[in-house]
């Protein structure tokens, strides 16, 4: 089981970012997938998870109404769509996957986690 996350960079405030998550060496169907990012010197935080089916979700309160997540089982791809981003948005962002397919906001019922990708938020 592979994750590839992707699409960071550095924007300005009040910009816009989408990021991918794309796994593979497994039915992607079947696993929720999950946001997680992680700040200098910061814990890593919980963002947003997604079921397998697309039909569950959730988010964070610091996220909640500027990000919004979708999937594309077809093509074992998860997106993160970020608006209106501001400073402490900047992170590192790292995907993970549940094969429980639990909605869940804690790090350890994910088994499997991507690179992670970087998010800067700067004027």
């Known amino acids: 089981v592979q994750l590839q996350a992707s699409g960071g960079g550095s924007v300005q405030p009040g910009s816009s970012l989408r990021l991918a998550c794309t796994g593979s060496g497994y039915t992607f169907s079947h696993y929720s997938v999950a946001w997680f990012r992680q700040a200098p010197g910061k814990e890593r935080e919980f963002v947003a998870v997604?079921?397998?089916?697309?039909?569950?979700?959730d988010y964070s309160g610091s996220v909640r109404g500027r990000f919004a997540l979708s999937r594309d089982n077809r093509k074992s791809t998860v997106f993160l769509q970020m608006n209106n981003l501001k400073p402490e948005d900047t992170a590192t962002y790292y995907c993970?996957?549940?094969?429980?397919?639990?909605?869940?906001?804690?790090?350890?019922?994910?088994?499997?986690w991507g690179q992670g990708t970087l998010v800067t938020v700067s004027s």
């Open positions: 993970a996957a549940d094969f429980r397919d639990t909605v869940s906001a804690h790090p350890s019922q994910y088994d499997y």
């Open positions: 997604i079921s397998g089916s697309g039909l569950g979700k």
